[in-house]
Nanobody
Framework: QLKLVDSGGGLVQPGGSLRLSCTTR????????MGWFRQAPGKDREGVAY????????YYADSVKGRFTISRDNAKNTVYLQMNSLKPEDTGVYYC?????????????????WGQGTQVTVSS
């Protein structure tokens, strides 16, 4: 059974860092485009970072560019989101997702499988 397990969230002060992990089970990660999304209370879900299935190309939302880094380790079936210089507006539930689409997939509706989410709270 295909499954994604998100972890690594927590409470951090503004300016701090967190690394989220998404461990995948039941499929071969290298054939899937991956993305990280987040949803703040009362707001729509937004995509923050994406990584392609082939050459590891990446794409970031403007709000996180230069602060977040998405990466993948296909041998470990894991995708990471390194988050630095965190701001209160980064607070939300973060979800990883996998897409059957080839290459870089930056549209949320094209993602087929989702993790359960991990809470990130940035507050002093």
């Amino acid at each position: 059974q295909l499954k994604l397990v998100d972890s690594g969230g927590g409470l951090v002060q503004p300016g701090g860092s967190l690394r989220l992990s998404c461990t995948t089970r039941g499929f071969t990660l290298q054939y899937y485009a991956m993305g990280w999304f987040r949803q703040a209370p009362g707001k729509d879900r937004e995509g923050v970072a994406y990584i392609s299935s082939d050459h590891g190309s990446t794409y970031y939302a403007d709000s996180v560019k230069g602060r977040f880094t998405i990466s993948r380790d296909n041998a470990k079936n894991t995708v990471y989101l390194q988050m630095n210089s965190l701001k209160p507006e980064d607070t939300g539930v973060y979800y990883c997702a996998a897409s059957n689409g080839w290459g870089l997939v930056i549209t949320g509706s094209e993602y087929d499988y989702w993790g359960q989410g991990t809470q990130v709270t940035v507050s002093s």
